[in-house]
Structure formats: structure tokens, C-alpha cells
């Protein structure tokens, strides 16, 4: 897989005003990047929720997002990034399917069903990285057979 | 940025004109659980046509404030959610249940009117029993 580095922005998150420009941000570049009106809300809410657990858990942190593309597909790739405590079971913070509103949990089962790849990695003491992919719509009409 | 709050007879209007920091909208619930009853109002009516986002936080704040609300004897209703801010808080899992919501600020005020009028006076043309 080949990232374009031209269109890459970092967003350093350390307040929830920050979490403001992360997902300004994450969607002018989704619309910038073909993506419908519709996936750039979902991409924003989706970096809202993942700038939201930096400025709650980790205190600072950055979002990059940039574009990404594969041998027959655009997208777009977010990068939330921290230094936090780290996250202790995984597992546990995938599960819980639709609770986000009255839990508060980490909402990353959530992020997930918004994006189409979802990859976490966390170490105790040392931080989180999660990574997101959203393919554009292009890529289905281009698989699907037409319709006459 | 702070929200503004209009009152309209028995009702507030807050209409969100941008995207909202998470202090803004403790902001906004604070200010309404408080003038609800500085002005005895009634009702109150939060516009979020404008919201860019609604996310985990911003859902439990709104639903939050209605509940708020309701504790302090007036009614809320939440209105211009946009198809697609719907759609995305449907996959968080966000429902706003026990919330109510309209699809503008005409649907929320008919609301309102309905929910609130036997609380002014105009069931004098009811007939008893």
C-alpha cells in the first residue's frame, strides 16, 4: 500500500477545543478527497470520538490524517496517536457493542463500525495508536456489476 | 462560543449557529437549566441544524439537559438533526431515547404547544365530567 504524504495533516490535540479542529480538519479533507457529504460526516464524527479519548485518557496527543491509496482504491487514513497509561485489555474495549451513549467507555467499537479498517495497538504505560481507513464509494460502483 | 438564547413567550430557543467544543455545551445546559427558571418558561427548543458533529459527547450533553429540564418541570425538544449526522450517531449507537425530537424548529414548536398547553390554561374548553 502506497500513502500520498502531499496531503497530510497533523493535528496536536491537548484540549477539547482541539478535538474541534481535528474533525474540521479530517473532513475537509474527505470532501477534498471525493468522499460524499454523508462519509465525510461519519469520517468527522468517527475522529471526534478517537480526539475525545486523547484529551479524556491521555491528556495530549496528535491526529494525523492523509490520504491513502491502494492499486485500485482512494481513501483516507487518520492516525490517532498518544503517550497515554495505554489501554489494559483490548478486547474488552472492542466489546459492548451499542452502549457508547450510556457507558462511558471508549466508543472504539463505535469508530469502528463508521470506518471500513480499524487497527489499534496499545501498550500499558506507553501509549495507543489507533489507525482508521474509509475507502470512497468509487471503489463499490467499480466492483459492482451495472444495472440496465 | 457561546450559544444564544432566545426567549419566545413560554418557550426558549437555543439555536446552535457552529461546531461546538465540549465546554461550550456544558455551557449551553447549564444556561438553559437556569433560565427555564429565571423566565418560567415552559419549554426549550435546541436547534442542532448547524452542528457539524454529533458525537458521544455532545448526544449525552443534549440528552442530559433534556432530562435536566424535565426535572425542572418544563419540556425539551431537540430539533434539525441531519440525515446524516442521524446515520452516523445510529452506528455510535446513539439514540437520544427518552428524548424528544422534531424535524425543525415549526415540528418542535407544534410539539411544544401540544405538550404544554393543558399547563396554560387552555383546557377551559374541555368539557368535564
Redesign the interface.
Known amino acids: 500500500m502506497i500513502t500520498a504524504m502531499n496531503t497530510e495533516t497533523t493535528v496536536p490535540i491537548n484540549s477539547?477545543?482541539d478535538?474541534?479542529v481535528a474533525?474540521?480538519k479530517s473532513?475537509e479533507l474527505a470532501v477534498h478527497l471525493g468522499f460524499s457529504?454523508?462519509d465525510?460526516?461519519?469520517i468527522?464524527?468517527a475522529i471526534?470520538?478517537l480526539a475525545?479519548n486523547i484529551v479524556l485518557y491521555a491528556k495530549h496527543g496528535e491526529i494525523i490524517v492523509g490520504a491513502v491509496q491502494n492499486a485500485s482504491r482512494y481513501g483516507i487514513v487518520v492516525v490517532a496517536r498518544d503517550k497515554g497509561p495505554g489501554i489494559p485489555n483490548i478486547e474488552q474495549a472492542m466489546q459492548g457493542?451499542?452502549?457508547?451513549?450510556r457507558s462511558l467507555g471508549l466508543?472504539l467499537p463505535?469508530?469502528k463500525?463508521?470506518m471500513d479498517q480499524f487497527d489499534i495497538v496499545s501498550s500499558l504505560g506507553a501509549g495507543t495508536t489507533v489507525t482508521v481507513r474509509k475507502w470512497r464509494d468509487a471503489e463499490r460502483s467499480y466492483v459492482l456489476p451495472t444495472v440496465s | 462560543m457561546e450559544v444564544p438564547i432566545l426567549k419566545q413567550s413560554h418557550y426558549l430557543i437555543a439555536s446552535i449557529q457552529a461546531?461546538?467544543?465540549?465546554?461550550d455545551l456544558l455551557q449551553l445546559r447549564d444556561a438553559l437549566a437556569e433560565k427555564v427558571g429565571r423566565f418560567r418558561s415552559r419549554g426549550v427548543i435546541v436547534d442542532v441544524t448547524a452542528l457539524?458533529?454529533?458525537?458521544?459527547?455532545a448526544?449525552?450533553t443534549l440528552?442530559d439537559l433534556a432530562h435536566m429540564i424535565r426535572l425542572r418541570g418544563a419540556e425539551t425538544v431537540i430539533v434539525g438533526i441531519?440525515?446524516?449526522?442521524a446515520?452516523?450517531?445510529v452506528?455510535?449507537?446513539?439514540?437520544?431515547?427518552g428524548v424528544a425530537t422534531a424535524l425543525d424548529l415549526e415540528e418542535g414548536l407544534a410539539f411544544l404547544n401540544e405538550k404544554t398547553q393543558r399547563h396554560l390554561g387552555i383546557e377551559t374548553n374541555s368539557p368535564r365530567k
Open positions: 477539547d477545543a478535538i474541534v474533525r474540521q473532513r457529504p454523508t465525510s460526516t461519519l468527522a464524527t471526534s470520538e475525545r457493542g451499542y452502549s457508547t451513549s466508543g463505535g469508530v463500525r463508521l | 461546531a461546538l467544543t465540549d465546554a457539524d458533529v454529533m458525537d458521544s459527547f448526544s449525552r440528552r441531519q440525515p446524516e449526522v446515520l452516523a450517531m452506528q455510535l449507537g446513539l439514540t437520544l431515547e
